[in-house]
């Protein structure tokens, strides 16, 4: 069962544009949800968080937006640049638990192009 | 500072055969968490040390099996390999025992059983 679901495998967008990465969750309990940015060969980097008591978070170009009754995340990147090519992988805890279990999405690749 | 080691960073085992990865986390960090990471799941919660205890687990068998020393280092040893443990295992570290704290992650070990 597949709790946090990344529908996109795969995602191409210019350089300068905007990217948009979706993400939706199933368990009503998780209460904080984040991004982490994977290059090959390396491990994921964290990226961006939201708690659930928040619609929109913002640092530089990515924007996460959080809509709870849809169960819905998605991160906005404006603009996209090259070194952006990656797989993005959203994730969630439940707060009263630990944060170090995360449940991840299966990740989106996202491809800049010039 | 140094971020978090894992090693040996590639290997290749037989089934059957049994297997010990080793995470060294970033110097302060005293949680170290495991995920495995397979094409088409995404990465998957294995089980979280702090203060060489086993804090959480996830939904893996009893031959995955982890531990961490006095010095917060921890290792974890899946038993009688099978095919479908082949995959990326990523060791996570944190500062915190608490819910805040995002966590880095290594580079990871990549398992081929054949």
């Known amino acids: 069962d597949q709790q946090v679901k990344q529908n996109s495998p795969s995602l191409s967008v210019q350089e300068g544009r905007i990217s948009i990465l979706n993400c939706d969750y199933t368990?009503?309990?998780?209460?904080?949800f984040l991004w982490y940015k994977k290059y090959p060969a390396e491990g994921p980097t964290f990226l961006i968080s939201i708690s659930s008591i928040k619609d929109k978070n913002e640092d530089g170009r990515f924007t996460v937006f959080l809509n709870k009754s849809a169960k819905h995340l998605s991160l906005h990147i404006v603009p996209s640049q090259p070194g952006d090519s990656a797989v993005y992988f959203c994730?969630?805890?439940?707060?009263?638990?630990?944060?170090?279990?995360?449940?991840f999405g299966t990740g989106t690749r996202l491809q800049v192009t010039l | 500072k140094a971020g978090v080691t894992q090693t040996p960073r590639y290997l290749i085992k037989t089934r059957g055969q049994q297997v010990t990865l080793s995470c060294s986390p970033i110097s302060g960090h005293r949680s170290v968490s495991w995920y495995q990471q397979t094409p088409g799941q995404g990465l998957q919660f294995l089980f979280e040390?702090?203060?060489?205890?086993?804090?959480n687990k996830g939904n893996f068998p009893g031959r995955f099996s982890g531990r961490q020393f006095s010095n917060s280092r921890s290792e974890m040893n899946v038993s009688t390999l099978e095919l479908g443990d082949s995959a990326l295992y990523l060791c996570?570290?944190?500062?915190?025992?608490?819910?805040?704290?995002?966590?880095?992650f290594g580079e990871g070990s990549r398992l081929t059983v054949l």
């Open positions: 368990n009503s309990m998780f209460d904080y």
């Open positions: 994730a969630a805890s439940i707060r009263t638990g630990t944060a170090s279990k995360l449940t």
């Open positions: 996570a570290s944190r500062h915190g025992q608490g819910n805040t704290g995002e966590l880095f």
């Open positions: 040390y702090f203060s060489e205890t086993q804090r």
